[in-house]
């Protein structure tokens, strides 16, 4: 299960509006146990709304456990379906390089590598770069089929659920999980089961799609991790502080990262097509003169994000947010 902020997502659902604006009272909010939410946007049949006391966002009611678990066996979410990636497994050269980066991150907070557990692993590419770093590793995931190409990789079992993994207490050093809290109905519940499996100084580690980002506060029609089942949980900066702190965490980092401007002027988005083909870029080295378009798409790149960042102050424009935290000594 990986998905997110992390991966080249197809939306391929139509979203509408909620605007009905009243408090209404539903399943209680995962997070603080409010039952007074508001609704935000409607996807399909699912609702996703606004806690009112903690603001935190979530599909509400959410799928069953049943519905999660096939929808996470089809191979088709990782192979061009449409709430999932275009192609996992053509982007393993980007989750490596994401990889190792968020790898140095960790190591910083840290002595030295030592054992790690990834949640929701996917194919196992982060457990392989550990290793390659001189991490022992191990993994849950829920795919059945991504979790035997995890084994193969990374020659360790994996496992399908927390609950299945068969170790004491405080024995991890580090915990991950990468583009994966947003798609679980118990995001609170599940960070203190794993904080438990943590090691006192040790660090778990986490990204998810920002909810803070334009796109979510602004036009929630078009956002496109707003997409249930795929998604059913949504934080910002706030409510994931909140959330590991009354996990008995300390968060020692929260950068928002991979900021996004998605809407260029058609006209600078034509001439970039235009140079990329005939030039080539970072990726396609055709021309000598590659680094023309680069500089190109920087140019346009920042000051799109300048004229959002003007035209909603409120709002981020990094469309992930990536956490750091401690479990205390004592």
């Given at each position: 299960m990986?998905?997110?902020c992390?991966?080249n997502v197809?939306r391929?659902?139509?979203?509408?509006?909620?605007?009905?604006?009243?408090?209404?009272?539903?399943?209680?909010?995962?997070l603080c146990g409010?039952?007074?939410h508001s609704?935000?946007?409607?996807v399909?049949?699912y609702?996703?709304?606004r806690c009112?006391q903690c603001?935190?966002?979530?599909?509400?009611p959410?799928p069953?456990q049943a519905?999660?678990?096939?929808?996470?066996q089809?191979?088709?979410?990782?192979?061009?379906?449409g709430?999932?990636y275009?192609d996992?497994?053509a982007?393993?050269?980007?989750?490596e390089?994401l990889a190792?980066q968020?790898?140095k991150?960790?190591?910083?907070?840290?002595?030295a590598?030592g054992?790690?557990?990834d949640v929701?692993?996917?194919?196992g590419?982060f457990?392989?770069?550990?290793?390659?770093?001189?991490w022992?590793v191990?993994?849950v995931?829920?795919?059945?089929?991504?979790?035997?190409?995890?084994?193969?990789?990374?020659?360790?079992?994996?496992?399908p659920?927390?609950t299945?993994?068969?170790?004491?207490p405080e024995t991890?050093?580090?915990?991950t999980?990468?583009?994966?809290?947003?798609?679980i109905?118990?995001?609170q519940?599940?960070?203190?089961r794993?904080?438990?499996?943590?090691?006192?100084g040790?660090?778990?580690?986490l990204?998810t799609?920002?909810?803070s980002?334009w796109?979510a506060?602004?036009?929630?029609e078009?956002w496109?991790e707003?997409?249930?089942?795929?998604?059913?949980g949504f934080?910002t900066?706030?409510t994931l502080?909140?959330?590991?702190?009354?996990?008995?965490?300390?968060?020692?980092?929260l950068?928002?990262v991979?900021?996004?401007?998605?809407?260029?002027?058609?006209?600078?988005?034509?001439?970039?097509d235009l140079?990329?083909?005939?030039?080539?870029?970072?990726?396609?080295?055709?021309?000598?003169?590659w680094?023309v378009?680069?500089?190109?798409?920087r140019i346009?790149?920042?000051?799109?994000?300048?004229l959002?960042k003007?035209?909603?102050p409120?709002?981020?424009?990094?469309v992930c947010?990536?956490?750091?935290a401690?479990?205390?000594?004592?």
């Amino acid at each position: 299960m990986r998905g997110g902020c992390g991966g080249n997502v197809v939306r391929g659902v139509a979203i509408e509006l909620w605007v009905q604006k009243e408090s209404i009272s539903m399943l209680p909010c995962p997070l603080c146990g409010s039952s007074h939410h508001s609704p935000h946007v409607r996807v399909d049949q699912y609702t996703i709304v606004r806690c009112q006391q903690c603001a935190f966002m979530f599909v509400n009611p959410a799928p069953t456990q049943a519905e999660l678990t096939a929808f996470y066996q089809d191979p088709a979410y990782y192979k061009g379906g449409g709430l999932g990636y275009n192609d996992y497994f053509a982007q393993r050269e980007s989750h490596e390089t994401l990889a190792d980066q968020r790898l140095k991150r960790i190591e910083k907070l840290l002595p030295a590598p030592g054992t790690v557990l990834d949640v929701g692993c996917a194919a196992g590419f982060f457990l392989a770069v550990a290793q390659k770093r001189g991490w022992t590793v191990a993994g849950v995931e829920l795919s059945e089929d991504m979790a035997q190409y995890a084994r193969d990789l990374t020659g360790q079992p994996i496992v399908p659920r927390v609950t299945e993994l068969n170790v004491a207490p405080e024995t991890f050093d580090a915990i991950t999980f990468w583009e994966y809290i947003e798609h679980i109905p118990d995001p609170q519940d599940e960070v203190r089961r794993l904080t438990t499996l943590l090691k006192p100084g040790g660090v778990l580690a986490l990204s998810t799609p920002n909810s803070s980002y334009w796109g979510a506060v602004y036009k929630p029609e078009i956002w496109r991790e707003f997409k249930p089942p795929a998604h059913i949980g949504f934080f910002t900066a706030a409510t994931l502080t909140r959330m590991l702190t009354a996990c008995g965490l300390e968060v020692v980092a929260l950068p928002r990262v991979f900021p996004l401007a998605p809407i260029h002027p058609y006209a600078a988005r034509r001439l970039l097509d235009l140079l990329r083909r005939t030039l080539g870029n970072g990726a396609e080295r055709r021309t000598p003169l590659w680094w023309v378009f680069s500089l190109a798409w920087r140019i346009v790149e920042k000051s799109t994000q300048m004229l959002y960042k003007w035209r909603w102050p409120d709002a981020d424009i990094e469309v992930c947010i990536e956490a750091y935290a401690r479990k205390p000594l004592a």
